[in-house]
């Protein structure tokens, strides 16, 4: 199948979100030019003034999309492009009322794109998505330390929406919402076997450096928003090893990077890539904080360097293919929290 080259014209859905935002910067940093889809003028707007701001200006534009769930939403956004990276769609798992708030726009957002694609611009040349180690983890049926990789799949959370309905857990409903959507995207290129081919890029929880429209903390995507609170002195001794928030991470840039990859590289085709850096514990966030930000204040201190005891019975995310097939080198952790805190501390003040 045909990859992209340097000037082609790529979409990128949902471009005003934390990882979308890395992500159009990292094909504007490649080469290509990039039309991203947004919820209204004003994202658009600032997307401009950022990029040109980065020394990009006139290599991105972008057109309004309100709904992504709305039929032929994305018709105009396909025109004349030469590949897309979706990444439009919604994250959240705390106040879920209905597991069908997230799994309904997930897949229609989806295949909406595919047919978008399909019916007006059928010669692109592949269409990368976002999905999740999300689509591979089982919460309930695998037992830690459970080796994971891009062969898994998960089938405990739309068993578990399946089965409870409105009472279903959040972690599920949004696990199953990106297995759902990804299983409709694997779909959608079997039954129609369209002439472009597709993959997926499938992170782990994803931290870094903002670069969103965002005016205040309470506006931070999830994952930042946590670490936030760690910085900011929000959190206690008591909170620390911090388990519930403990899991595998990688750098929000090198997902974007991923997604360039993913449409240059010929072996990415129909392939999934977990990204996946390691495992951490939010001990390990205040232990990076106190070296690198020591004037910080009330930054719980816990049980330095306790990185392998606290982590060693956790669960693996391979992330050793996205390397291997895709070039990927991803940065250390302390590199990662380095800059996200100087990226969160710039634009609030803590």
């Known amino acids: 199948m045909p990859t992209i080259s340097k000037g082609d014209y ?28 947004v919820r209204s003028k004003s994202k658009g707007d600032y997307l401009v003034k950022l990029f040109t701001a980065k020394g990009h200006q006139g290599k991105f534009d972008y057109v309004l999309v309100d709904d992504i769930t709305k039929p032929n939403a994305f018709d105009e956004a396909v025109k004349d492009i030469d590949a897309v990276a979706h ?24 295949v909406g794109v595919l047919k978008s694609v ?19 983890i089982n919460m309930d049926s ?12 998960n089938v405990d959370s739309p068993a578990h929406v399946e089965k409870n309905g409105a009472n279903s857990y959040g972690g599920h409903s949004y696990a199953a919402s990106k297995t759902l959507a990804e299983r409709a995207f694997w779909k959608f290129l079997q039954d129609e076997k369209p002439s472009w081919d597709g993959a997926t890029i499938n992170p782990p929880y994803v931290i870094g450096a903002i670069l ?11 994952s930042v928003a946590i670490f936030y609170q760690w910085a900011a002195g929000n959190r206690k001794e008591a909170d620390l090893p911090g388990a519930p928030e403990a899991g595998s991470w990688v750098d929000v840039s090198d997902v974007a990077l991923a997604h360039v990859r993913a449409l240059e590289v010929p ?53 050793s293919k996205a390397e291997k097939v895709l070039g990927i080198k991803y940065k250390s952790f302390e590199q990662t929290v380095v800059e996200m805190c100087k990226s969160v501390r710039e634009r609030f003040g803590f």
């Open 267 to 319: 072996e990415a085709s129909g392939q999934r890539f977990s990204t996946s850096a390691g495992a951490f514990t939010p001990q390990d966030y205040v232990d990076v904080l106190h070296k690198d930000f020591p004037d910080l204040k009330n930054v719980p201190v816990g049980k330095t360097n306790a990185h392998d005891e606290y982590t060693k019975d956790m669960d693996f995310v391979d992330g």
């Open 212 to 222: 969103q429209e965002c005016e205040t903390p309470e506006k931070l995507n999830t």
């Open 87 to 110: 990444l439009a769609s919604p994250f959240y798992v705390s106040g879920v009322k209905d597991p069908q708030e997230l799994i309904h726009p997930a897949i229609e957002g989806t």
């Open 10 to 37: 790529i979409l990128v859905t949902g471009a005003s979100g934390f990882i979308a935002v890395h992500t159009v910067l990292a094909f504007l940093d490649a080469g290509y030019r990039v039309r991203g889809t």
């Open 142 to 153: 695998n037992k830690s330390p459970y080796h994971y990789t891009e062969k898994d799949w």
């Open 118 to 136: 399909q019916k007006v611009n059928p010669k692109i040349k592949r269409v990368v998505i976002t999905s999740s180690f999300y689509s591979m």
